[in-house]
């Protein structure tokens, strides 16, 4: 069981507001989408609950304790890249999760630890699909693979959430729909939270149980950082339709483009 | 006719104009010495090929008359412990500051102005105190190496420690690395050829100090050894050692990347 719990939270960095007044509760076993402009908050709200930002005011608590400060087990993460370590196999990345937990002093497993463990990484790589490039290193595979293998990596840690962060971008577009099927397979499997951010509204759309929208309330171009992001949009998905979907993107790309002409000037 | 930048040597050919230079300068060489020695058969300046044959083998295949000891081996010998102590030294210590400043913000904090400031002192400079606080011995030889390639090789680390993602420090975190096992685990591992690469980097420097030590006070050495026989002008001898000092640097930066290559083959040699 997994609750979240963010109450008037808000993010400010010196007079730049970033998000403001958030308010949120997740159940147990969500899978949220996060969609916004870019410059909205996602990634800082990502980094917040990662433990790499904290709120400037609001709590934000999870099970009912506060955010810890760093980043912990309990939650995994996926970057858009660069998050495999290139020095170790495919095997190697995975069961490094298992070793760091399992040797807290040397961070490596011997003789029968280190073959149970190393069941448990084939049963994983099984199920996302690398298990004939356990041997290779992260510099052979695919960008797909790689993803895949970071993936791997955080869900055998079983943590209580899991945060994306549009860990699909750098992806040919074919290759989405797959990585949506695992995603959502593996969501099924090990019950944990997901937050999602994409830059693809209709991805977010596709995925997940619940849509939080990223986006300025207030556009004011006298004081374009008084006012911060908030969360516009939290929508239950499977009863929402296209004419939301355009809405949505509409807002969007209005204050995508607003942000961008205030960075031109 | 296609133009210049995009004509390109075949291996023969590159392997061709690689060695034009040696026997350019080969051929410089035999002709200028031919004319000296015709004018004067006694010049010491541009020896004969077989005044160095002679010299090469009393000195590599001979006992010394007075030592008893082959010199060249023992110069070979004596220079090399110098400079793999020195090596060794060097990269224990950079690999210890380098990972801490690196890794731990407060002791970069705590460290990071001070070896700056070290590594701006001429190493040459301190020779003197070197010599005066450790005596004439071999550990002020090898601090003198150790103090011109160790402040580099801490700062080259460091910010090698710096290029590593910060995608993979957080990630460690998330899979539940502590520090130390975060150095152990993640950093240590992926810096190791980079400190291989770092040395290879500091080899010239670490023989510039290596013969500008055992010139000033040894009792043997390559360094002290062509700085000797330079009171007789014997260019026979300091030639042929000059190349051998050449060959050994040469041979060292080469295995360097051999075994960068076998030991890390996840690591693709971007700077080899």
Same mark, same amino acid.
């Given at each position: 069981m997994t609750t979240l719990s963010i109450k008037?939270?808000?993010?400010?960095?010196?007079?730049?507001?970033?998000?403001?007044?958030?308010?949120?509760?997740?159940? @147990?076993?969500?899978?949220?989408?996060?969609?916004?402009?870019?410059?909205?908050?996602?990634?800082?709200?990502?980094?917040?609950?990662?433990?790499?930002?904290?709120?400037?005011?609001?709590?934000?608590?999870? @099970?009912?304790?506060? $955010?810890?400060?760093?980043?912990?087990?309990?939650? #995994?993460?996926?970057?858009?890249?660069?998050?495999?370590?290139?020095? $170790?196999?495919?095997?190697?990345?995975?069961?490094?999760?298992?070793?760091?937990?399992?040797?807290?002093?040397? #961070?490596?497993?011997?003789?029968?630890?280190?073959?149970?463990?190393?069941?448990?990484?084939?049963?994983?790589?099984?199920?996302?699909?690398?298990?004939?490039?356990? @041997?290779?290193?992260?510099?052979?595979?695919?960008?797909?693979?790689?993803?895949?293998?970071?993936?791997?990596?955080?869900?055998?840690?079983?943590?209580?959430?899991?945060?994306?962060?549009?860990?699909?971008?750098?992806?040919?577009?074919?290759?989405?729909? @797959?990585?949506?099927? $695992?995603?959502?397979?593996?969501?099924?499997?090990?019950?944990?939270?997901?937050?999602?951010?994409?830059?693809?509204?209709?991805?977010?759309?596709?995925?997940?149980?619940?849509?939080?929208?990223f986006d300025k309330v207030r556009l004011d171009p006298q004081a374009p950082n008084a006012y911060g992001a908030t969360i516009t949009y939290d929508i239950p998905l499977g009863v929402c339709g296209t004419p939301l979907l355009d809405e949505l993107t509409t807002r969007t790309r209005r204050t995508e483009r607003f942000v961008n002409k205030l960075a031109v000037a | 006719m296609r133009r210049l930048v995009n004509l390109r040597p075949g291996r023969g050919g590159a392997l061709v104009l690689g060695a034009l230079p040696f026997f350019a300068l080969l051929l410089v060489y035999l002709i200028a010495s031919d004319l000296r020695l015709s004018e004067n058969p006694s010049d010491k300046m541009l020896p004969a090929l077989s005044s160095f044959a002679d010299a090469i083998r009393q000195y590599a295949t001979e006992p010394d008359q007075r030592s008893g000891q082959v010199l060249l081996w023992l110069d070979t010998q004596a220079s090399l412990t110098r400079l793999g102590l020195s &090596? &060794? &030294?060097?990269?224990? &210590?950079?690999?210890v500051f380098g990972i801490a400043t690196g890794a731990l913000p407060y002791v970069r904090a705590g460290f990071s102005p001070f070896i700056a400031t070290l590594s701006l002192i001429p190493p040459l400079s301190i020779l003197p105190i070197l010599f005066i606080v450790f005596g004439m011995g071999e550990v002020s030889k090898v601090a003198l190496i150790l103090f011109g390639i160790a402040p580099f090789l801490m700062r080259d680390l460091s910010m090698r420690v710096g290029e590593i993602p910060s995608e993979q420090i957080i990630k460690s975190q998330t899979l539940g690395a502590s520090s130390w096992t975060l150095i152990t685990r993640v950093i240590l591992p992926q810096l190791l050829p980079r400190l291989l690469d770092s040395l290879r980097l500091s080899l010239g420097s670490a023989w510039l100090f290596l013969i500008a030590a055992e010139a000033i006070a040894a009792d043997e050495g390559l360094g002290y050894r062509i700085f000797l026989v330079r009171r007789y002008m014997a260019m026979d001898v300091i030639l042929p050692y000059v190349a051998w000092i050449t060959v050994l640097a040469f041979a060292l930066d080469w295995s360097f990347r051999r075994v960068n290559r076998r030991l890390f083959p996840w690591y693709s040699g971007k700077n080899a």
């Open positions: 008037r939270l808000y993010k400010e960095y010196g007079d730049q507001v970033v998000l403001e007044n958030i308010n949120l509760e997740v159940r @147990d076993n969500e899978f949220i989408t996060l969609v916004g402009a870019s410059g909205c908050g996602k990634t800082t709200f990502l980094r917040m609950l990662l433990g790499e930002e904290r709120p400037t005011r609001g709590t934000f608590l999870i @099970d009912g304790e506060p $955010l810890p400060a760093e980043p912990g087990p309990d939650r #995994g993460i996926v970057f858009q890249r660069y998050s495999a370590f290139p020095h $170790l196999t495919v095997h190697g990345n995975v069961l490094l999760g298992l070793e760091l937990a399992r040797a807290p002093r040397l #961070g490596r497993l011997f003789g029968a630890a280190r073959r149970a463990a190393l069941v448990e990484v084939d049963e994983m790589l099984h199920a996302v699909g690398l298990y004939e490039a356990r @041997d290779k290193y992260p510099a052979q595979l695919s960008g797909g693979m790689q993803q895949r293998l970071s993936i791997a990596q955080s869900v055998i840690k079983n943590p209580k959430i899991l945060l994306l962060d549009e860990p699909f971008a750098a992806l040919d577009p074919g290759l989405s729909a @797959d990585m949506h099927k $695992l995603i959502l397979g593996l969501w099924e499997r090990h019950k944990m939270n997901i937050f999602m951010i994409t830059h693809d509204i209709k991805e977010g759309f596709e995925l997940g149980t619940r849509l939080l929208v | &090596l &060794l &030294l060097g990269a224990a &210590l950079g690999l």
